[in-house]
């Protein structure tokens, strides 16, 4: 065999456990399904139109996301899913060898692009209330910071003091990661992107906006920012289709969106309700799941998943421990998650 760089040889591929199941509340996706207005364009799409390329860099896209932002069409990227901005953006700001630091727990890819794009890593713990550390994280001094609020897997969000204070002593980029801020109550992050040189938002359509089978994920940034990003991901990102129902779905869709985000949360607390009766105590969240500590939690969904029930089980994440993860969606769902976990705790 050929072999590969050496940097890369032991890196595992990442391989989601994708197996169907009844009920599958494992990725956070939206259960509710998929907005009318994306489903008419799926109906109405030419054949023709796919044995074309789509236009370079989503222009149609781009143009909506601005409007609905209130920023110019530059100051937006697009790409296939938001792994694939913050996957460029590493690429882009990051020199091979560099750090790229985050808080723990968060989002498991990124340690994953980090080690593809050949940089170091730096975690910082969190506090005990879940907020960022800010001047531990300070102390890093890594050229790239990546936030996550709210946080994947935790659902907690991060305090404003502490993000505004990380920006504004940032030695490089700050990277904030809102893919659930469809979810949370407060106000988010993207004033940071329209007004900060060195802050990049990324979003994405995979969540409540019911589009992850599609690929589409965002960002705003100074368009200077922005400039060096489209050019660590290439053109042709996004497909024909991917645009055009992602562009519906804004246009038309946003109130079918914002219902089932709402619902979502509705059920959430009732899910957490449901687990606290239960002598379990999920951790505050403002995002479409709940974080469970349970001691063994990788053998609880295992036997979960014998009952058809799909959840996602964490090790030893740092201030919390074991963990289940699990997604909040249409009660029947949850309702057959719950006795799942009821016969597979005993
Ligand atoms: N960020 C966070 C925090 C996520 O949880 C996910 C999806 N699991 C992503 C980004 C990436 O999602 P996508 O590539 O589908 O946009």
């Known amino acids: 065999m050929i072999p590969s760089r050496a940097s890369f040889r032991d890196i595992p591929l990442y391989s989601p456990s994708k197996t169907p199941c009844r009920v599958d509340l494992g990725d956070n996706t939206n259960l509710f399904g998929v907005a009318p207005a994306a489903e008419r364009v799926l109906r109405e799409s030419a054949p023709a139109l796919l044995s074309r390329y789509p236009r370079g860099y989503a222009p149609d896209l781009r143009g909506a996301l601005a409007a609905r932002v209130g920023v110019a069409p530059e100051a937006v990227t697009t790409g296939c899913g938001s792994d694939d901005v913050l996957d460029s953006a590493l690429r ?24 593809v794009n050949g940089l170091r890593v730096r975690q910082v713990p969190p506090r005990e209330d879940f907020d960022l550390d800010a001047e531990a994280l300070l102390a890093t001094e890594a050229k790239v910071l990546y936030l996550c609020s709210p946080n994947n897997p935790t659902g907690t969000v991060l305090s404003r003091a502490a993000v505004e204070r990380v920006v504004e002593r940032a030695p490089g980029l700050v990277i904030i990661d809102e893919a659930y801020a469809d979810f949370a109550r407060g106000p988010d992050f993207m004033d940071l992107a329209r007004t900060r040189p060195n802050v990049l938002v990324t979003r994405t359509f995979s969540k409540a906006w019911g589009l992850a089978g599609m690929r589409v994920g965002w960002g705003v940034g100074a368009p200077a920012l922005v400039a060096e990003l489209e050019k660590a991901r290439g053109p042709y990102k996004l497909t024909t289709l991917a645009e055009a129902m992602a562009v519906a779905v ?8 914002a219902a089932r985000a709402a619902l979502a949360v509705e059920n959430r607390e009732r899910l957490r309700a449901e687990l606290v009766a239960l002598g379990l105590s999920p951790l505050p969240s403002e995002g479409n799941f709940l974080l469970v500590p349970l001691p063994g939690a990788v053998q609880v969904a ?36 719950l006795v799942a976990l009821r016969e597979s705790l005993r």
Not at 250 to 257: I, K
Not at 302 to 307: C, L
Not at 324 to 337: D, F, K, V
């Open 302 to 337: 295992e036997r979960m998943r014998e009952r058809d029930v799909n959840v996602r089980a964490f090790q030893a994440l740092p201030g919390v421990g074991d963990a289940l993860r699990i997604g909040s969606g249409p009660w029947p769902l949850l309702e057959t998650a």
């Open 92 to 115: 882009a700001f990051l020199e091979p060898g560099e750090v790229l630091a985050f808080h723990v727990p968060t989002f498991v890819m990124m340690p994953l692009f980090a080690r």
């Open 250 to 257: 804004l246009e038309e869709g946003s109130d079918w969106v």
